[in-house]
């Protein structure tokens, strides 16, 4: 069996639907609501968990309701997180998501400032037991230990890099698979066309770059020429966690020894599936689903 870390945060999502999303200050009424666990590094431990992988989270959580509430949620998707630490005294991290009709959605986000940055601790933990190293880049610290550990045991390690206040350059130089959102490669690079973007972004790392688009699809380098899987086409319920959904796929594809190519293609259907549904977990397909859909596109 595949087995797969996913090293970053958990976080609690609290989601309201409304029609449109707001363009200035007022009272709005929410067509439906729910509260379900998200994160990047998180979400994407349950899709890989959904695609038939052994997987284990790591990260942090207060010892509050929420805290239980996340790690019991993951551990009722198949993820195990007998490595995540349990902070004494300290809130968990939460999310406001407002999602309009066409999936479309804002994300307010409060990482909490009593989960400590530091992560010497993960030296404890063997990643050699692990195919593949998956790391979010909102818990810095934790993503670069993980993958120096990794690489020492010559673990494959997978970076989501999207948005952050922080500069990723480390964390994309220690990547064998660096999987950019669209605003996370070009906060790091200062360029927006995808392929000279890549190309930047080449030049800090040995490993293989990608950048997704939404609704434009998937590029990514193939020994410095520009390929592109354009994006299935679904009716959109709603695109929360959609790319944490493919980081965790992709993460997985790559571990079972799937081609680039191969991994692109099977990630893009595998979140594109995923925004058929409400949440950022409930529509993930296991992987009987996910060639079934590709099987229309052959």
Same mark, same amino acid.
């Given at each position: 069996m595949t087995r797969i870390a996913c090293v970053g945060i958990t976080v609690l999502d609290r989601i309201w639907y409304l029609d449109d999303l707001p363009k200035e200050g007022g009272k *709005?009424? @929410?067509r &439906?609501?729910?509260?379900?666990?998200?994160?990047p590094a998180a979400t994407?431990?349950?899709?890989?968990?959904?695609?038939? @992988?052994?997987?284990? *989270?790591?990260?942090?959580v207060g010892d509050d309701d929420t805290g239980r509430r996340l790690l019991t949620e993951l551990e009722s998707w198949g993820v195990n997180t007998r490595y995540t630490r349990v902070v004494e005294n300290?809130?968990?991290?939460?999310?406001?998501?407002?999602v309009d009709v066409h999936g479309e959605r804002i994300i307010a986000s409060y990482p909490s400032p009593d989960l400590p940055e530091t992560a010497d601790w993960l030296d404890e933990i063997d990643f050699s037991q692990w195919d593949a190293v998956l790391a979010d880049v909102r818990w810095h610290d934790g993503a670069k230990r993980a993958f120096t550990l990794a690489r020492q045991q010559g673990v494959l390690t997978v970076l989501d890099a999207d948005t952050t206040p922080q500069n990723i350059a480390d964390l994309v130089e220690l990547s064998d698979h660096a999987a950019f959102s669209a605003p996370g490669l070009e906060r790091l690079v200062a360029l927006k066309e995808p392929g000279e973007a890549l190309k930047k972004?080449?030049?800090?790392? &040995?490993?293989?770059?990608?950048?997704?688009?939404?609704?434009?699809?998937c590029y990514w380098l193939d020994k410095g020429v520009l390929s592109h899987q354009p994006a299935f086409a679904v009716k959109v319920v709603d695109t929360t966690g959609a790319g944490d959904v493919f980081h965790g796929a992709l993460a997985v594809s790559l571990a079972r020894q799937e081609s680039v190519e191969e991994a692109v293609r099977f990630a893009s259907a595998v979140a594109a599936l995923k925004c058929t549904r409400p949440g950022g977990r409930a529509g993930i397909p296991d992987c009987d689903q996910t060639r079934s859909f590709l099987s229309i596109f052959v």
């Open positions: *709005f009424v @929410a &439906n609501y729910t509260e379900v666990g998200g994160g994407a431990a349950v899709a890989a968990a959904k695609l038939g @992988a052994e997987v284990d *989270f790591i990260g942090r300290a809130r968990s991290s939460q999310s406001a998501v407002l972004a080449q030049t800090i790392t &040995n490993g293989h770059v990608y950048v997704t688009h939404g609704d434009q699809g």
